[in-house]
């Protein structure tokens, strides 16, 4: 692919509704973590990855990319929302032609999703996946919107600049576009769609 952006991996919510002793992004996940699947899809892409976290989340994303593409949140700047998380890794990625938002707790998204919505970023300012006709993640920016997305605060993310430009749905089917993780029940539930997948896949050596 010619078009290259650069996938921004959110990742430093607090997730509050998850009952956990462990922060939802750390639980065990299909041979990794929630957010150590999410990263690893993305950078089955070979898409530029940068992912947006805290301090005490970093480790985690060091065991799968370089130091350079993590962006760590000051504690006081990680309870601004999802919109300041995009606007940081936007702003890490600033050359890029064009970004892909997707939250880390989304480990069921397919590579194959990514790269369809950034395919749809050389036509459309603004392009998401969706899932029989619903709209999910990720969803991609192209260059043209940097000075918008760099200023984004709060925690509805990038609604009002999807909501303000000509945006293109791409339907997949793939239904993790759909599927994040808040609560317990949201993770068993994930787990057990990549159960069946597990089972029939060949033994690794």
Known sequence: MRFRPSIVITAAGLGRRFGGPLHKLEQPFDGSTVLGTTVRHAVETQLPVVVVTTAALAPL??????????????????????????????????????????????????????????????????????????????????????????????DEGARRIVARYPAQGVELDDPGVLLDVDTEADLEALRRAVAPAAAAAPVRP
């Open 61 to 154: 994303v060091a065991r799968q990319l370089a130091r350079r593409d993590i962006v760590v949140l000051p504690e006081d700047e990680a309870v601004n929302g999802m919109g300041h998380s995009i606007a940081a890794g936007v702003a890490e990625r600033s050359g890029a032609t064009g970004w892909l938002v997707l939250p880390g707790d989304m480990p069921l998204v397919r590579p194959a999703s990514m790269l369809a919505v950034a395919s749809a970023l050389e036509q459309f300012p603004v392009a998401y996946a969706q899932h029989r006709g619903r709209r999910g993640h990720p969803v991609g920016f192209a260059a043209e919107l940097y000075s918008e997305l760099i200023l984004l605060r709060g």
